[in-house]
């Protein structure tokens, strides 16, 4: 009778005494009191006697006795205690990004600080699209539509903003695993998760935000994540567009007391290949978050319903960039091939040098401030 509701149960074997186990609550609670599973049966994995696989018969309570070689019992009893205990344990190598980090502009300073001039689409591998967009940008725009003056950064472009960031971690209180990320940038509020409990991205169709949706995964101790559901964004601020169709993956990396992620954007409706950058930031213990409050006012007097913009041809602020650095226009132009060392072959030469820098001459040098002139 016994055998019959028992046939194919584990059996506990501690000290020589065997009793069925059923489900896995009772396999953990006897992983918690020293039971350690082995394949059909559990197992003390040092007993103080020589280790015997007991199994109940069909016929009275007679007993069928296995005498198991100590050194194949050992080795599975050491590789399934180790299992049981890894649940409960974080992936070897994964970083502790929470705390407090202010952000460093060693990178990008003058694009980043005061901002890019209008224009200069330089390092970005653009297309077609994307420069008639960005050439039709002007920065009344701002002050005469109130949805532009409280609107956040784009996830893709956030990081390289004016602003501290917060990271907190999320643990699942069941599991005591980190599930996600949370980030606090002060800058309009912005509030980011990238989930690492394995959850699939929605649907194609679901809303799209600012700050989109993210999904994380661990390559030893560096996080890498895939974020999709973006709104329209820009690239960079001085009208260069990023669409609703863009997706980027992140790089986190720690050393130290430093943090450094690498940001791949993909758009096909405005780059013909990904744009990478990377921004750096400071562990900043004694750093106190507060709020930030946006109110949304016109600035500049304009009939209801006008948008500042420039049609075809018509800017007239697109060739400053070129004759105040001295460059070639064409190269302040974008696009994929200016990024790469064989376009100086080909570049023509500036139709403007100016005889001394007098713009943004020293900006961020040494760690100076970034001042005009």
């Known amino acids: 009778m016994l055998d019959r509701h028992f046939k194919g ?43 015997l696989l007991l199994r109940l018969r069909p016929i009275g309570l007679a007993l069928r006795v296995r005498r198991l ?16 205990l890894s649940l409960a344990a974080p992936a070897f190598g994964q970083a502790d ?3 407090n980090w202010a952000p460093l502009y060693h990178e990008d300073f003058p694009e980043r600080i005061p901002g890019p001039e209008l224009g200069d689409y330089m390092g970005i591998p653009i297309n077609d699209a994307a420069r008639l967009r960005a050439d039709s940008y002007d920065a009344d725009r701002i002050s005469v539509v109130t949805e532009y003056q409280c609107r956040p950064h784009g996830a893709d472009y956030s990081m390289r903003g004016l602003a501290n960031m917060r990271v907190d971690n999320i643990i699942d209180p069941d599991t005591q695993r980190l599930a996600a990320i949370h980030t606090r940038m002060n800058f309009q509020e912005m509030e980011r998760t990238i989930w690492l409990d394995g959850r699939s991205h929605p649907d194609e169709l679901a809303p799209h935000t600012f700050q989109g949706f ?12 895939y974020t999709t559901h973006l709104k329209e964004s820009y690239l960079r601020r001085n009208g260069l567009p990023r669409s609703d169709k863009a997706t980027f993956t992140e790089h986190w990396i720690r ?119």
Request: proline share 11%; glycine share 10%.
């Open 69 to 84: 070689s100590p050194p194949q019992l050992r080795r599975g009893a050491a590789l399934l205690c180790l299992l049981l």
């Open 255 to 373: 050393h130290g007391n430093y943090l450094t992620v690498t940001t791949v954007i993909t758009d096909p409706a405005f780059l013909s290949e990904p744009l990478t950058r990377s921004q750096t930031w400071v562990l900043d213990p004694g750093q106190q978050m507060g709020r930030d409050f946006c109110e949304y006012v016109p600035e500049i007097p304009k009939p209801a319903g006008v948008v500042p913009n420039y049609l075809p041809g018509t800017n007239p602020f697109l060739h400053e960039v070129a004759d105040w650095y001295g460059l070639p226009y064409e190269a302040t132009r974008g696009g994929a091939e200016t990024l790469y060392p064989e376009y100086r072959s080909r570049m023509t030469k500036a139709e403007r040098t100016p005889e001394k820098c007098d713009r943004y001459c020293a900006c961020g040098q040494n760690g100076g401030p970034c001042n005009l002139r």
């Open 97 to 99: 990004f929470a705390g």
């Open 214 to 225: 993210s999904t994380g995964s661990w390559n030893s101790n560096m996080l890498n994540v």
């Open 9 to 51: 149960t584990p059996l506990l074997s501690r000290g020589g005494v065997a009793a069925p186990v059923i489900g896995s609550r009772e396999a953990t609670k006897a992983a918690q009191t020293g039971w350690c599973w082995s394949n059909d049966r559990f197992s003390w994995p040092t007993p103080p006697q020589p280790p």
